[in-house]
């Protein structure tokens, strides 16, 4: 069997994560299984072992015991508090700032004693008080957090992008580098951008205020901060003064692009409540960076989007660097809903602009005459299948018993395996009737 998302539920039960979403347990051409609600943000039980099934009676002990978890599992001090614990901070002399490794969280002298066991560093300076991303230890649970941080060089491409796009205002959901990059930025005369940072990581609570940070998990569109945050959102979503805004995310690889989708859908249609005259019939802008091969399903949720050829990368990723060739270069794009002539990529790094596909793309990325498009998805000049009727890449080699093309060393044994849900051919599993 496997398991499918049927997305947010009203009135769905909560875990330390916000509301769990609703799943199904489905079998091949057998009819829908039993539905459950899990964890939205951790795929992983042993992050959150949250699990209860749709139809199941909860006793009134047991969801009394499942608030007081949830309360045992927030954060030790709140936003407000953790904002008044930096004014402290700040006006400490260098030698009295101290940043506990362990707790990742910043000490006052009056907590010294408590973390007298710890590792910790001590002479905090302002450079690093605005480089918070650089303090703290990235979180690499690669499901739910993996906190793989932008490259100085895609980084500064991004801001300088936005810039001349003209964007005044970046909606930063889970970028925090590119967030840190704006507010470092910010306190220069010439620089009009503002950066609004929304991140599942309450550890930046303690560097940015209520205006500059909301704590939120992009898997259920759920703001711990409640209507508040949710309004400084929308506030910051409002384009007075024609300062137009743009949304950048950069979610983990391995979250559930479905549920991706519902909750940037729904930070959409926040910006469209803002009754702005033309946004009845435009999408908000946006980045999405995610990696190429998941193109169709981006495309399947939003079909204005398009995927260019820049290649983004890393710098804690052990493999997503720049430079590398063939297939160890970084798989991850940008997808947007901009017209993809106006995203402009560096020639100096082997960028360059295709005048039939109107868009920049790698020099590797040769124009098809026959698909009358630049085809290559991974930065090498793919070919041309006549049998095919497709470009495929440069390894695959057409099989005839498969009737495709696939890698030379493979196992002929394809069979037409239709939908999962239903068994059906023509519709895949997140689209199968049967779960409407």
């Known amino acids: 069997g496997a398991i499918a998302l049927l997305g947010p539920a009203p009135g769905a039960p909560s875990c330390p994560h916000g509301p769990a979403l609703l799943f199904v347990k489905t079998s091949q051409g057998k009819e829908e299984g039993r539905r459950f609600y899990a964890c939205s943000a951790c795929r ?24 007081e978890y949830n309360r045992n599992h927030q954060p030790s001090f709140t936003h407000r508090q953790n904002v008044d614990r930096y004014k402290n901070f700040v006006l400490l002399p260098l030698s009295k700032r101290r940043f506990c490794q362990e707790c990742q969280q910043l000490l006052l002298p009056a907590e ?51 810039i001349n796009l003209g964007f005044r205002r970046v909606l930063s959901v889970g970028t925090p580098r590119l967030h840190e990059m704006i507010q470092s930025k910010a306190s220069q005369e010439e620089f009009s ?85 033309g946004h009845d019939n435009k999408e908000m802008p946006m980045f999405w960076i995610f990696p190429y091969f998941f193109e169709s399903r981006i495309l399947d949720f939003f079909p204005s989007f398009s995927m260019m050829d820049y290649q983004v990368d890393y710098d804690n990723h052990a493999l997503y660097k720049h430079g590398k060739t063939g297939r160890r270069q970084s798989p991850v794009r940008i997808f947007t809903n901009l017209t993809p ?81 239903c068994g059906k051919a023509g519709h895949k599993r997140s689209a199968c009737p049967s779960l409407s």
Not at 369 to 376: F, G, L, M, Q
């Open 44 to 67: 992983d039980r042993k992050d959150c072992n949250f699990f209860q099934w749709e139809d199941e009676k909860v006793s009134e002990t047991r969801l009394a015991a499942r608030e």
């Open 112 to 162: 010294w004693e408590k973390h007298l066991d710890h590792q910790f560093l001590c002479d905090i300076t302002t450079a690093q008080l605005k480089s918070p991303s650089q303090l703290l230890y990235p979180l690499e649970n690669k499901k739910t957090n993996a906190q793989y941080l932008f490259a100085d060089r895609s980084c500064q491409f991004l801001l300088n992008l936005l």
């Open 193 to 277: 951008i503002r950066s609004l940072l929304l991140d599942i990581d309450f550890r930046y609570s303690q560097f940015y205020t209520e205006d500059e940070f909301c704590h939120y998990n992009m898997f259920n569109h759920h703001f711990f901060g409640g209507e508040a945050a949710r309004e400084i959102c929308r506030k910051f979503l409002y384009e007075e003064n024609d300062e137009r805004v743009i949304m950048v995310t950069d979610p983990p690889f391995g979250g559930l692009v479905e549920a991706l989708a519902s909750s940037f859908k729904k930070l959409m249609a926040m910006w469209k409540e803002t009754e702005k005259e």
């Open 341 to 421: 002539s106006m995203i402009v990529l560096p020639e100096e790094e082997g960028y360059r602009f295709c005048t039939v596909c109107q868009r920049y793309v790698s020099s590797g990325n040769q124009h098809c005459e026959i698909c009358n498009a630049c085809t290559s998805k991974d930065g090498r000049r793919w070919k041309h299948c006549i049998l095919c009727k497709k470009c495929v890449k440069p390894s695959w080699f057409h099989c005839n018993n498969c009737n495709c093309c696939t890698l030379e060393k493979h196992s002929c044994e394809k069979t037409d395996v239709g939908c999962f849900v």
